[in-house]
């Protein structure tokens, strides 16, 4: 999946949960559903969070996603993806 840079959502750039950028890899893709308007795809983070990303003309930006599940430990989820985060 290709990404604009600077590309913002509604939630911002990076994962609340773990810092790591919103057009970064790691992160998996779940599934992918194509719209009139190109596509809409479902990733994991990698600290666990269920991202949904809109891929258009645009770029694709995250434009929503879950907490991380409740089994990942805090210490996990608060950095385990590589750029400082928030302790979550």
């Known amino acids: 999946m290709?990404?604009?840079p600077k590309?913002?959502?509604a939630t911002g750039v990076v994962c609340p949960y773990c810092?790591?950028?919103d057009d970064g890899e790691p992160f998996r893709l779940v599934l992918r559903h194509t719209t009139a308007a190109g596509s809409t795809v479902w990733t994991r983070c990698g600290c666990g969070s269920l991202?949904?990303?809109v891929a258009d003309d645009r770029g694709s930006r995250v434009v929503t996603r879950s907490r991380p599940p409740a089994?990942?430990?805090p210490s996990r989820a608060g950095g385990a993806c590589g750029v400082g985060g928030t302790g979550h």
Request: cysteine-free; glycine content about 14%; overall charge neutral.
């Open 2 to 4: 290709t990404s604009t």
């Open 7 to 9: 590309s913002t959502g």
């Open 19 to 21: 810092g790591w950028p």
């Open 51 to 53: 991202q949904v990303r």
């Open 71 to 73: 089994d990942v430990p």
